[in-house]
């Protein structure tokens, strides 16, 4: 379900090309072929999806997919309405069928239609705004009402600026819908590829990010900041959220309105973030976790679990701020008195 504005899709295949690309087995025969390919929870009748393991059985028994690629162990778990694909390691089949549907998944303009313009004729520029030199606009992009696009600017096929944005100079976006009233600050990458690799005997193959970004109005961006679009869904930056430089936000992670994230911090992938959080610089959170709305991490801090809304957390890992310092403060008086005993016996 990938949005045509910025992939094109050379489908549909036939569960037979579908077998022959991952060397999975249909668990019977079927005439209808797979025109894209989605996430078990927005899967049609004509996609193709996966599931890797059994903590997503649940998502996996409540699928509308027309086709799942699957291991053995969960066959039985594949809806009646769906085509089990049996295989090995179905994330790597998956992989493969996606990058075959979309071959030119990375790329920011049509491969049929390759740039020759420095903005392309159909491209919609709205009154009063400025475009400094260098801009490259691609296909069928759209920028609002007295917007400034600064110089060295990229933007990709598809991308849509509402009004009253600014981009600084060199900014990159791509795969994309920027709301009113934006700002993006010098060098920073939108819309580029997410972080998606599935390993095996023979290497990291690469994921297929098909998915997009999307800033609502009134966020900030910093300068040299990157958010990465989404893999199968969108990377979601909510209403008025402001984020310093330097900052790097992953794929899939959903941050909700008026966030505060300071400099340096760094987001893996497929996180949610609560409204009015606030993200300390140099906070690293892992991947599939939850900040709840209103939730104060302090800077440094590393988050490798979910966090309650409302709360202040501290640390590596993060933990409720007042327990962090209460350890800290124990262990250093912990120190400090070995310290005395060893000069202490020292004397002696």
């Not at 990010?209 to 990157?226: C, K, P, S, Y």
Request: aromatic share 6%; proline share 5%.
């Amino acid at each position: 379900m990938a949005d045509p504005r910025f992939f094109d899709n050379v489908g549909p295949f036939s569960h037979p090309r579908i077998a022959e690309l991952t060397g999975g087995k249909p668990a019977r025969a079927c005439e209808r072929s797979i025109a894209d390919v989605a996430a078990l929870d927005s899967a049609g009748p004509d996609h193709l999806s996966y599931c890797e393991g059994v903590k997503f059985r649940s998502a996996l028994e409540r699928t509308k997919a027309g086709a799942v690629l699957v291991s053995p162990a969960l066959e039985s778990s594949v809806p009646a309405t769906a085509i089990a694909i049996i295989c090995d390691q179905p994330s790597l089949a998956f992989a493969k069928v996606a990058t075959a549907m979309y071959p030119d998944a990375c790329l920011i303009w049509p491969r049929k239609k390759p740039p020759v313009h420095r903005i392309a004729p159909s491209a919609r520029v709205g009154e009063g705004t400025v475009i400094a030199p260098d801009v490259f606009i691609g296909e069928d992009v759209e920028i609002g009402d007295d917007s400034v696009i600064g110089p060295g600017v990229v933007l990709g096929r598809g991308v849509k600026i509402g009004r009253k944005a600014l981009l600084g100079p060199h900014v990159t976006i791509s795969h994309a819908l920027i709301g009113d009233r934006c700002i993006v600050q010098s060098g920073s990458r939108i819309g580029q590829d997410g972080f998606g690799y599935v390993s095996s005997a023979s290497g990291h193959f690469k994921i297929p990010q098909l998915g997009r970004v999307i800033l609502q109005d009134d966020v900030e961006v910093g300068a040299n900041a990157t958010i990465d679009r989404g893999a199968l869904s969108d990377t979601v930056v909510g209403e008025g959220t402001k984020i310093d430089n330097l900052v790097h936000i992953g794929h899939n992670n959903r941050i909700g309105r008026r966030v505060i994230i300071l400099a340096q911090s760094g987001f893996s992938g497929s996180c949610e973030f609560g409204d009015f959080a606030v993200i300390g610089g140099q906070v690293g959170v892992a991947d599939h976790l939850k900040i709840g709305a209103g939730t104060y991490v302090a800077s440094k801090s590393g988050v490798t679990r979910s966090l309650e809304a409302g709360k202040v957390y501290g640390g590596y890992p993060a933990r409720p701020i007042e327990q962090w310092r209460r350890e800290v403060g124990t262990l250093a008086r912990l120190t400090k008195s070995r310290s005395k005993n060893e000069r202490d016996n020292g004397k002696e």
